[in-house]
């Protein structure tokens, strides 16, 4: 290998005008103006046009037509620029690409609205005592976002089947939808049959969850759409505490006020619907320190409540 080297002899010495010579070429070319480049440079016009006279000189051409209040490219000139032009922006990326800068603040996390509302954001507060550096901001869809091409960080998602492997991803849990009444009522509830005598609350982003959950039970003759609407879980489990009926949400959602006994689930734990709950990532943006930080305090909250699915591999 050394020999192949040798054999082809030292790279060519290449002859470049001083940089400052092609910066000042560039500016006045592009305003038509030694004034007006001057101003964008921080230099006098003057300076302007001593480098590109010494310009002129070294590539032994004109490259401006002087007139009184604009200068204007000759052919060789527009030659010039084309090349100048491109290598500036070149040399401008390849040290942006390896100067460290400050990480934006800002971690913009992607969600479906009731996963938002009804368990992110009351948990929300311990990230931020962890980490007062970074500022969360919330963006909520019930649609599928892309997150090669969107502006956010992360996302967290519902899914039929899992994210593209080109995807850095973690498989959370699988959504189980559950019952739950105050336990004042949970008394009358002793079958899933009793339900035809209470009020059924429903979710507005939700209009189907009763049916999901009554249906495998071969009740969906129970599933009657009627009862109060309200736009979120949180809203509906709030109802639910009054004593107003029952409602079907993620377990996820009522977790704490389950284990707390505020709610109660009068026919045991939640049956799983299909969908999978998934952080998401492009593998660039995974390794963003505050990216970490939240995934890592994401697991770390699901695994403390007992809902993380440990048994299921992260795709990198």
Request: hydrophobic content about 40%.
């Given at each position: 290998?050394?020999?192949?080297?040798?054999?082809?002899?030292?790279?060519?010495?290449?002859?470049?005008?001083?940089?400052?010579?092609?910066?000042?070429?560039?500016?006045?070319?592009?305003?038509?103006?030694?004034?007006?480049?001057?101003?964008?440079?921080?230099?006098?016009?003057?300076?302007?046009?001593?480098?590109?006279?010494?310009?002129?000189?070294?590539?032994?051409?004109?490259?401006?037509?002087?007139?009184?209040?604009?200068?204007?490219?000759?052919?060789?000139?527009?030659?010039?620029?084309?090349?100048?032009?491109?290598?500036?922006?070149?040399?401008?990326?390849?040290?942006?690409?390896?100067?460290?800068?400050?990480?934006?603040?800002?971690?913009?996390?992607?969600?479906?609205?009731?996963?938002?509302?009804?368990?992110?954001?009351?948990?929300?507060?311990?990230?931020?005592?962890?980490?007062?550096?970074?500022?969360?901001?919330?963006?909520?869809?019930?649609?599928?976002?892309?997150?090669?091409?969107?502006?956010?960080?992360?996302?967290?998602?519902?899914?039929?089947?899992?994210?593209?492997?080109?995807?850095?991803?973690?498989?959370?849990?699988?959504?189980?939808?559950?019952?739950?009444?105050?336990?004042?009522?949970?008394?009358?509830?002793?079958?899933?049959?009793?339900?035809?005598?209470?009020?059924?609350?429903?979710t507005r982003l939700r209009p189907e969850g009763w049916r999901a959950w009554l249906t495998p039970r071969g009740l969906a003759h129970l599933d009657h759409g009627s009862g109060p609407t309200f736009d979120n879980d949180t809203l509906a489990l709030?109802?639910?505490?009054?004593?107003?009926?029952?409602?079907?949400?993620?377990?996820?959602?009522?977790?704490?006020?389950?284990?707390?006994?505020?709610?109660?689930?009068?026919?045991?734990?939640?049956?799983?619907?299909?969908?999978?709950?998934?952080?998401?990532?492009?593998?660039?943006?995974?390794?963003?320190?505050?990216?970490?930080?939240?995934?890592?305090?994401?697991?770390?909250?699901?695994?403390?409540?007992?809902?993380?699915?440990?048994?299921?591999?992260?795709?990198?």
């Amino acid at each position: 290998m050394d020999e192949l080297f040798s054999s082809m002899g030292p790279r060519p010495m290449r002859y470049l005008p001083s940089l400052n010579a092609l910066r000042a070429f560039e500016a006045a070319a592009r305003h038509e103006s030694f004034h007006h480049a001057a101003e964008e440079l921080h230099v006098t016009a003057s300076a302007i046009s001593h480098q590109v006279r010494g310009l002129e000189s070294a590539l032994q051409t004109t490259l401006f037509v002087r007139r009184t209040r604009q200068v204007v490219l000759t052919d060789s000139g527009r030659r010039l620029l084309e090349g100048v032009r491109d290598g500036l922006d070149r040399i401008g990326e390849a040290v942006a690409a390896v100067t460290p800068r400050p990480e934006d603040p800002v971690l913009t996390v992607s969600t479906v609205p009731f996963f938002a509302s009804g368990w992110l954001i009351p948990r929300l507060a311990d990230f931020q005592s962890r980490y007062p550096a970074y500022q969360v901001r919330l963006e909520t869809s019930v649609d599928l976002v892309d997150v090669e091409q969107a502006d956010v960080d992360m996302a967290i998602r519902y899914l039929s089947r899992p994210p593209a492997a080109s995807l850095e991803t973690r498989f959370l849990f699988h959504e189980r939808l559950t019952v739950v009444c105050s336990p004042a009522l949970a008394e009358r509830l002793q079958t899933p049959e009793d339900l035809t005598g209470v009020t059924h609350i429903q979710t507005r982003l939700r209009p189907e969850g009763w049916r999901a959950w009554l249906t495998p039970r071969g009740l969906a003759h129970l599933d009657h759409g009627s009862g109060p609407t309200f736009d979120n879980d949180t809203l509906a489990l709030e109802a639910v505490m009054t004593g107003l009926g029952v409602a079907i949400t993620h377990q996820e959602i009522a977790h704490p006020l389950i284990a707390s006994g505020r709610l109660i689930e009068p026919f045991g734990a939640g049956h799983v619907i299909g969908l999978s709950c998934y952080w998401v990532c492009t593998h660039r943006r995974s390794r963003l320190p505050k990216v970490v930080a939240f995934r890592d305090w994401l697991l770390e909250r699901l695994a403390d409540e007992g809902l993380l699915d440990a048994s299921r591999p992260t795709h990198r």
